[in-house]
């Protein structure tokens, strides 16, 4: 009787292990712009007052901050109505086979979930009921191949436009709380836990430090940290120093430095992998941009593994924000990977290093990346 109590004991804790400390694999998808002319509104009104890009309500750091809705119900139509064709197209060629085949990976390799990193649509629709109907499908397309629950994050396109937020709130928190234990149901906020692992999905529209810095609090002792934002926290080229995730810059980078995270981003529309090291306390970031997208195939459909692109795209002269630059990111950032592409990654992670599979789509072959 003793040995099988102590049988039942040791098995016990072996169990309670692996579930705490366990090796799992995730779907990553990027930008896929979900999108079609039946969900915008025919007579869908130039926005006024018109709105430049980039220039709205400002951080404290002097920098434009992602959480200015009015930036996307001003901005002028002419942008969407040339996407509108573009989008259809890559979903008509290119966009059902990629999500095919991520799919089938999914399955091959046991995913636990797929990840889709933000622009899962591309809004401005015009109407609530328009709106809603293009969220309710794209996330159709998702489920009818996905045998894992699929999971997004607030991309600044899915709720853009004339009452765009609205149609969002009226879809997307009954569809999180179906999957997310936790989720508090009020924003694109919310975290999941796999084993010990800590996934923190940023809503960039509306984001709530108070509430993350809660969750941090809440799980110390997490093995990894995964910041999963649609806009990227570290700057890959000279436009992404005008792309603030929120009105605290300083707050939101300690945190995650603290945790030595791993972000997982998309938004850019290229690959992208960069290495964030603090010279002085040895904390470090790891992220990595996917793109899904395929509107420019000549140059998206050409993956190249280096960094093609990088050359001279921190000039002098494009640092308008040199400041911020000095702060935290000179001489602590490398860049492996930056490279035009649209395909989806397994992100395989273990005790032995978060490892990332990335596949474009004209390839058949998988180039692995360890962020961790």
């Known amino acids: 009787m003793f040995m099988r109590v102590l049988i039942l004991f040791l098995s016990a804790l072996l169990f309670c292990g692996c579930c705490a400390n366990r090796n ?3 779907v990553l998808l990027g930008d896929i712009h979900y999108d079609a002319p039946k969900y915008h509104d025919k007579n869908y009104p130039a926005f006024k007052p018109k709105v430049p890009y980039g220039v709205g ?22 942008n969407t109505n040339h996407n509108i064709p573009l989008n259809a197209k890559m ?17 091959n390799n046991k995913a636990e979930y797929a990840f889709q990193l933000g622009d899962m649509i591309h809004g401005d629709c015009g109407t609530v009921k328009l709106h809603q109907a293009n969220l309710r499908d794209a996330l159709n397309e998702m489920d009818k191949r996905f045998d894992c629950p699929v999971l997004t994050v607030v991309g600044n396109h899915d709720p853009r436009g004339v009452a765009g937020m609205e149609a969002w709130n009226g879809v997307m928190p009954t569809y999180l709380k179906n999957i997310v234990k936790d989720y508090s149901g009020k924003t ?80 850019t529309h290229y690959i992208s992998c960069t290495e964030y090291k603090n010279s002085k306390t040895g904390h470090r970031i790891n992220q990595f941009i996917l793109n899904s997208t395929v509107r420019r195939p000549q140059k998206q459909l050409a993956f190249k593994p280096g960094t093609d692109l990088l050359k001279n795209q921190f000039k002098k002269g494009y640092l308008k924000h040199r400041k911020l630059w000095e702060k935290y990111f000179n001489g602590n950032i490398r860049t492996p990977l930056f490279t035009n592409g649209s395909g989806y990654a397994l992100l395989r992670v273990s005790d032995k290093g978060v490892f990332l599979d990335y596949r474009n789509l004209t390839q058949k072959e998988y180039h692995t990346y360890q962020l961790r």
């Not at 002097?62 to 200015?68: D, H, Q």
């Not at 809440?218 to 806009?231: E, G, M």
Request: aromatic share 16%; with cysteine; net charge negative.
């Open 24 to 26: 799992y694999n995730v």
């Open 57 to 78: 309500t400002k951080n404290k750091d002097g920098i434009f901050s992602w959480r200015n809705h009015s930036l996307w119900v001003t901005e002028s139509c002419a």
């Open 91 to 107: 979903w008509e060629k290119y966009l059902p086979q990629l999500l095919d085949n991520a799919a089938e990976c999914a399955r």
């Open 188 to 267: 694109g906020n919310y975290y999941l836990c796999i084993g010990k692992d800590l996934f923190y999905f940023h809503d960039v529209m509306n984001p709530d430090l108070d509430y993350m810095e809660k969750v941090f609090k809440a799980n110390p002792d997490s093995r990894y940290t995964f910041f999963v934002s649609h806009v990227p926290l570290i700057p890959t080229d000279k436009n992404s120093l005008f792309e603030i995730l929120t009105d605290d810059f300083d707050r939101l980078f300690t945190l995650l430095e603290s945790r030595n995270a791993i972000v997982l981003s998309g938004h």
